[in-house]
């Protein structure tokens, strides 16, 4: 059985507090974006005993240990609750960049949830497959949902929000620089947004700039230049709209369908124009 995990962009981003668990609370919009993963889970007849899963990847190279592996974890993570599952083969083809604020590994992490409730008839709600979400990462229970959600708490309250970008381009331009996570919360002093990202979502597109804000931009431009000038450009060829994703260095620029110019970027870059 195959499916195709999907990534996100940030719509907002603002961290309003340090928790006591180590943990911020925030403030986004998720916003779903096609571009996928492959991943595909069979089961598997001829199993390794030393091992209840057989993990292979193609595509982008997925570094890490095999034991820190989002979808090897959300596969334990339901064996541990559902003894009889077999053993499997899940294959993962990755084209979405990683540590790109875009979401991938959540996605796919999320997406074997899905698929291994699917195909073993685990009959397992919305509500339970976000709980187990959640104990995989933060972002992840976006990925059940997978529709645009204002975001608040971890990002794993989620109110799915009737926000339509259809009528728009949006062009994701990643310069393959790896930006720690770590280091982006410690840039951050938590306050109070002067625009809220919830009432911000609900004006013209027209008005985001400068108003619907991404906290960790400037700390992440000031260091790197480079991808403050890839904002600039967007929004010189056109971009109504154009931002960090996340903790980045993924950006993203939202322009009309119709009277799109594509930018001139290297071409070592991630690019992809989605509509």
């Given at each position: 059985m195959v499916t195709f995990p999907n990534c996100k962009i940030n719509l907002g981003l603002n961290i309003i507090q340090k928790r006591t668990d180590g943990y911020h609370d925030l403030e986004t919009v998720f916003y779903p974006i096609l571009i996928k993963d492959v991943l595909e889970i069979i089961t598997n007849q001829l199993p390794n005993q030393v091992s209840d899963i057989h993990y292979s990847a193609s595509g982008l190279l997925v570094e890490g240990d095999l034991s820190n592996n989002l979808c090897v974890k959300a596969y334990h993570l339901l064996k541990n609750d559902f003894p009889k599952l077999p053993f499997i083969?899940?294959?993962?083809?990755?084209n979405i960049p990683m540590g790109a604020g875009l979401g991938g590994g959540s996605?796919?992490?999320?997406?074997?949830?899905?698929?291994?409730?699917?195909?073993?008839?685990?009959?397992?709600?919305?509500?339970?497959?976000?709980?187990?979400?959640?104990q995989l990462g933060s972002d992840c229970p976006f990925f059940i949902l997978n529709q645009p959600c204002f975001a608040k708490g971890r990002g794993e309250i989620l109110h799915i929000i009737d926000l339509d970008l259809k009528q728009y381009q949006f062009f994701i331009v990643n310069p393959g620089i790896h930006i720690s996570t770590a280091w982006a919360f410690s840039q951050i002093q938590p306050s109070k947004a002067l625009y809220p990202i919830e009432e911000t979502i609900l004006t013209p597109i027209g008005q985001w700039?400068?108003?619907?804000?991404?906290?960790?931009?400037?700390?992440v431009v000031k260091l790197y230049p480079e991808i403050g000038n890839i904002i600039d450009q967007l929004y010189t060829h056109g971009a109504i709209y154009a931002a960090l994703s996340g903790t980045g260095s993924t950006v993203f620029g939202i322009f009309p369908k119709g009277n799109f110019l594509k930018p001139i970027f290297p071409k070592n870059y991630f690019l992809a124009v989605v509509d």
């Open positions: 083969k899940l294959h993962l083809h990755k996605s796919d992490a999320a997406n074997t949830l899905l698929l291994l409730n699917q195909k073993y008839q685990l009959a397992l709600s919305n509500e339970q497959l976000i709980d187990y979400a959640l700039k400068g108003i619907l804000t991404n906290d960790f931009e400037k700390p």
